[in-house]
């Protein structure tokens, strides 16, 4: 079982309406949730993170997290075309050092 | 702001050269990742440090080593380039929480 596992894509989704990208994660000690876009040829960006159980806002953007269900997931509002990219989630655990890992990515594409 | 550079974003090499991949950030991160990333397998963590003169394998370290004598600056070191080394390479940093990436560098063995 992957550690970090992405809903399969590619999603497709029409402008303006939601996106929803979904990331569930073996390690129950984990304590910090991460959201990153990567558009094609370039490095990943931070969107979001998120430490504590429930909804966090952020603009268009909100990410839910459940630890009890090992879930987290990421909300687009209004998806516009520029928001086509491939999705990261990246999970840290109990250890320190900074140290991430990550899910597959989930290509999303936002179609006019 | 947050700034993480790399010092090539192209790079091509022969095979059996010695390849220098260099990462400088200037936010006083302790903690500096140098990761993989190819079509269908994800980013992987070749090698990460978490202080001066410090380093931790990551997944796939052969084939790699790493130097980072000051804190800003943590190199990559291809000992003896081969071609399934071609890839996209991406460096990271960061404090307890967020790793912020540089641009990355694409390098080709040929």
């Known amino acids: 079982q992957k550690e970090v596992e992405q809903n399969s894509g590619p999603l497709s989704v029409p402008e303006g309406a939601i996106a929803s990208l979904n990331c569930t994660y073996s390690?129950?000690?984990?304590?910090?949730f991460f959201w990153y876009r990567q558009y094609s040829g370039k490095s990943p960006e931070l969107i979001m993170s998120i430490y504590s159980n429930g909804d966090k806002e952020d603009g268009r953007f909100t990410a839910q997290l459940n630890k009890a269900s090992q879930y987290v997931s990421l909300l687009i509002r209004d998806s516009q075309p520029s928001d086509s990219a491939t999705y990261l989630c990246?999970?840290?655990?109990?250890?320190?050092?900074?140290?991430?890992?990550f899910g597959q990515g989930t290509i999303l594409t936002v179609h006019p | 702001d947050v700034k993480v550079t790399q010092s090539s974003r192209y790079l091509v090499k022969r095979t059996g050269e010695k390849v220098f991949l260099e990462c400088v950030q200037d936010?006083?991160?302790?903690?500096m990742f140098w990761y993989r990333q190819d079509p269908g397998l994800g980013l992987r963590l070749i090698y990460f440090s978490y202080d001066v003169k410090m380093k931790e394998k990551g997944d796939i370290p052969e084939g790699y080593s790493v130097s980072r004598e000051k804190k800003e600056r943590f190199s990559l070191i291809l000992e003896s380039a081969s071609t399934n080394q071609t890839s996209m390479y991406l460096c990271a940093s960061s404090g307890e929480e967020t790793q912020y990436f540089g641009p990355g560098t694409r390098l080709l063995v040929l």
């Open positions: 390690d129950r000690g984990s304590q910090s």
């Open positions: 936010m006083d991160h302790e903690n």
């Open positions: 990246a999970v840290k655990g109990g250890t320190s050092y900074g140290k991430l890992t």
